[in-house]
């Protein structure tokens, strides 16, 4: 047992001890209170706990799942539905149904609503990968932003703006946006939605924003558009990490250099993979086929007793880095409600098991999260000796 592990288990059965606490959520088909606290008020004076919700659960087919969000998180994001190609399915026609019974839910349970995701370069329709020239990509980019933003202004607390337009190296993402309407298309974004809603939180979100290279580009990118005097709110640190990594001293490094330059940090899409990662294999290709493979899907059937632990211990060690900055942090957000859910049981191979969240298959709590809570206790408790 390594010295963290041991010292959760050790803290752990204080806590139940002390507090009574068990896994909320416990039976299938039932949830149930958690006497230790729920995520939003445990962290309610550090930051907001979000989770990304997909359309099932927006049109009221998971009936376990909207409990679950609502006694646990006061966040919401979309995980597909407003995306372009689903929003804004055709030149001239917007699919705005499941958008507005969303953000019906997130008002209805006076939760925070992000939009996600105005501008990117995936999940696209037809129409505008066939653009041939600058003007009406422009056009259509105008379109988009201001239908949307107008049509929900005072209604979603933030906007992802714009997403993933890095590349690994720092330099800008070729997408269809940047080769018609240049480096400039960012700050075009941003414009826009800031003059169709004057107060939302406009915030850049990405992916491995903990690597220096793109750690300095946003930093360098954020500069540009505070210099041109155009309003970007918030940084979205996406947090799709592993077991092993990213280091917790380079996200650290990321969370204050952002807030250095006036931006609130959100984490946007936290969840933690436990299976192996095809590019850690040498010579693996994305490419490469691993479906049915047992060593790139090894917990098909269960996770073992030290893998659980280690993503709680995991868990808590992010969260021990969120908490010392909690100042600089609005928003936690865990990308989906539970392990059955997770993008991540398909991405980056079809159809592995993957347990990334605080919350199984069953809508039953891990020890990830009491390990969190069991986290901010210990720290509160410090304070009040
Ligand atoms: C993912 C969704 O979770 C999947 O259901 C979908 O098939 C692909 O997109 N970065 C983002 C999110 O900003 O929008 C992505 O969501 C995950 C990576």
New binding site residues.
Partial sequence: MTASIKKFVVLFSICIGLFGCGNGYRQQGKVETTPMGHLKDVFKHDFLVGAAVNEQLIAGKDSLGLTLVIGDYNAISP??VMKWMYIHPEPESFYFGMTDKYIDFGLKNNLYIVG??LVWHS?LPDYLNEVKDSFLMAQYLENHINTLVTRYEGKLDAWDVV??ALNEDGTLRRSIFSKYLGDNYIGMAFALAAKADPEVKLIY?D?NLWKPLKRKAVLRLVRQLQAKGIKIDGIGL?G?WSLKGPPLEEIEKSIVAFSDLGLKVHIT?LDITVLPNPWDLEGAEISQNFDGSSIMNPYKDRIPDSIQNALANRYQDVFRLFLKHSDKIDRVTF?GINDQVS?LNDWPIKGRTNYPLLFDRKYKAKIAYDSIIALKKEIASLYLN
């Fill in positions: 995980e597909n996600h995701t999940q997403n993933e979100n992916y996406q799709h899409e990308w993008w």
